[in-house]
């Protein structure tokens, strides 16, 4: 157990949650970097807790040991027999899985014998994306769509000389199983594309500060590199001087850092480069990062969000929804074995409440990865308590051909025909001293990662696990309250925010707070067309866009009809009168007043709970949360003024409770 | 005549603007700087054209004399009489004043024989306020609301070296009889606020650029410079330290530039500091920097723009309208005599059509600036081709009680009871190569300038005075085109964007382009409360925020009654139903679906007229105003259609004419 700085908030690792391992005899077995590590840990453990490192196997009551014997890479076997625990893995990062997982289990994994259990990620990649810029970008700050101060690489333009936080950061990841990490924004400007050559030296050692915790690093490149970093006249695919280019920037790459983990590309999308400059298409981009990275085992994930963001909002036969669909599933087949698709969970970006992306279905010759997004840009910005545990869970378990098939984490999981994907995120920390702005917001980071590990695993078990670990000395009364905060936070926040799956009605721009027609009119192709008569988008086949036939049976069906459609999404998919009457039996207008109510008011009980902990938690840590409740009270009650007043004055449907509209 | 960079567009001064005086034998007598302005002025025109100038006045036909028998500081008479036309004036800015009417009035001055004339500005001061950081503003950029590139005074966050630019722009305005430019943006950030000390030297320069064509510099000071600048613990107006330190900081300011202007204050407005932390009033503010400025005789401009801009829209009590005159007609006759209370027009911020201000009618015992805006914020930010010359006269001729009273041009041109305030506005020009960014806007500059001098003057015969000058030698299909371009461009504008005296409905922030419920929701104040029933905002006593209660008779009855109403501020002061019928005869919907199509259509019809003068003019001018009319025909449909969509999605109301809805 490495130290973390003390004014650096120690997250789900505290000193306190080592316990039941720092008390223990603990023998380690194995060589190996990442065996070193578990080592540390545990002699940094039992030195805070009064247990001790022995050497003699015989000795220990806990036992992890490098067993060649035990299969698969990241694979360990823990059980406990005659009073002694034992870990086993074939190599030293499943061997610090198998820590982690005994003290996550604490003294239930130290008490009474259990048999062997086998212990193996679902997913082969866990990859946290950063959305950080070298340079503070004058619009985007420095970490794009950050809630959690700057960047903790990068400082004036370059790494940072001080690598202590990313070195606690890495741990903190690798103790949950993350396993990749992409080390800067999608959106690559200029200094930031010059990771690959000019600043190497500080990929070189970022990567050492991930390495000793399993966690290999990406970096995100900008395609237009051959001519911007390396003056070619062009960047097309096609052109061998462009190939050679790559070949040879990937050559020094891994020269320099031999476990780097591939590319991380967003091309002509949002004004990035990419192969339609040339009349190119997106197999020919992708494979042509992906012949550089081959030879040292490089994987390009390239990014499946491509959409006209110059769309004309009288256009109605356009819709950014079928837009990722359009583009990618005429190319199923045509990537290379070392292009994984990433691709957004949902067909638009990263709402509180879209449906699955019919991308996800639609490419079986294609590794899928998909992309959730642990920062908060709709869900709050980390200012709004918002766990998003369940909203991941019901994404990852959609069945996505219906009851009987396969899953979206199935199909991220690999198949006969396409490898695995795997899962990825877009992080929420910064150089924060809570990591992510708000606390709470720690938890969200947590339970991706566990899902990502196991995705069938109960998103609230994974809550109270958290809450567990990160405040494991704390009377009963502040785990309750921090669940009660978090559970259902979700639901909460849809209750108060955009309605049914409408999507947007956020500030343009920053995408805090409301603004119903904020994005109506601009080119985003994000519009909900409402009316005095109704609101919602008609995505039928009968009578819209169509882009209900992207999804296979039984979807695309369920979707269609609007008297099988969910409510949840009803706004997505059609058009609907103000009066219409939901599965729910009340009308569209209703349900708006009603959710938007009690989803404000849920979060005056939140901050009314926080407050009845003061004295219970750290002083600081209280403070901050507070100052968070504070603000989430204040910004749902903005939502629900804006969003009843709107509703009421396009619809005239009064409140049938008669509260106050503005 | 000096010269202007060949790189630079020479605005309505080309040498061929000269050519009257130029072919003249001419004789300037007198001494002084300025009038050693007027003679290196006709100096080249005559170098230029083939005349001369006489050392011998009876060898002239053109007779520029200082004459301290003529009244008044700025006044010029000017006569001509046995083949010899004569410029009189009692000091060198007058006769400067008297050669460019000369050089306006063209072959008309120096034909047949003219009885003497006496011209002296109606208003004393006639103020440039320039909104220019020295620094790049993250948000702003370096003019704020400036839409002509960067400033012409500063780079790299002090005053520009190479002042060349400052000398031609001092040379245009003072040929219009600008005798005030306000150096620095009315927000004062950290750098500018050390325009008062570290970059003095600076001001001296700019100073000195604007000396030899009768302007005086003014500088935007921040109300806590004593704290921010000077160190003290508070910047208290009755504070002797704080009274201490502004004496001290003008004493040197005036050793430096003896004939410094003054300065110019944005207090406790849009989060600029102010009296108000400590408890005391405008008044009070005022009067501190007056008292130190006084000994000097200088002026302190006082911005009477503060409001409320944290408002909230749920609270339909408070009125942004009525602001101005809440808090400062209470302090009428409280203001020192070199105290100037600059207005701006209209109640809420430069929009294209608002009422006059009423604290403009408020306060007989305090003098009295009123504020245009020469900047397009608001009108199209000079991508749009809006000649505002009919605005401001409209305005200026203003008669604030009713017909037989003073206009707004009378007011601000004293009284008894208070002398002169002025006419101020804020310019337009950067360092772009025609000045303004769209060629034709240089027209805004050119008749604010003469309008300031002489609010009765035609608006109309300036424009066509200022396409004579700056296209002297073209077709006359150029003035044609040019005079139909922008004769009626306003009101065009009107046509296309917020109907009916509602304002804003722009983007927020950059306040470009439609966005009808943009500030709706916002801290801003500026709403419409558009429903399904109607819009528009009740300012009435009977029923509204009162505001026809600050005018006074007959402008508090016409505004209140919804029949007397101008069509034109309908909104501003009333809220109505849909299918309200205007005096025009037809409901605000269809006046909606008219306009709007109207506008955008003449849009069309300007740039099609301005693509015929390809060849006409010259190619550079030609591409900037074309691509610019390209951009005002798609942000007037852009208008038109999110207006008329915004509309009907609201009222239901269709077309009558049934023209494209989408």
Redesign the interface.
Known sequence: MTSTPADVHPAWLPSAAWRAVGVRRVHVRGDGPLVATARDEVRAATAAHGGTVVDDPAAADLLLTVDPAVEGDEAFVVGRRDRVTSVRAAGGAALLHGLHHVVRQGDDALGSDRADERHAPVQPVRMLDHWDNMTVH?VMGQVERGYAGGSIFYADGRVRDDLTRVEQYARLLGSVGINAVGLNNVNVHVTEARLLTDHLDGVVRLAGAFRPHGIRVYLSVSFAAPMTVGGLPASDPLDPDVQAWWADAVARVYAAVPDFGGFVVKADSEGQPGPFAYGRDHADGANLLARALKPFGGTVFWRAFVYDHHQD??D?STDRARAAHDHFAPLDGRFDDNVVLQVKYGPMDFQTREPVSPVIAAMARTRLAVELQVTQEYTGQQRHAVWLGPQWSEILRFRLWGDTGPTVADVAAGSADAPAGGVVAVSNVGDDEFWTGHPLAQANLYTFARLAWDPSADPVALLDEWIGLTFPDAPPSVGDTVHGILDGSWRTYEDYTAPLGVGFMVRPGHHYG?????Y??TPWGTYHF????GIGVDRTRATGTGFTGQYPAPWRDVYEDVTTCPDDLLLFFHHVPWSHELHSGVSVAQHVYDTHWAGAARTEVNAAAWERLAGQVPADLHARVTERLAEQVRGAHEWR??LC?YV?????IPDARGRRI?
Chains 1, 2 share one sequence.
Do not use: K, L, M, N
Not at 530 to 533: L, N
């Open positions: 004058p909002w009288r109605r409301p603004d119903v027609d904020g109506e009119y409402a009316d005095r008569d003024d804006q007043t009421y004055r396009h619809s005239g503005y």
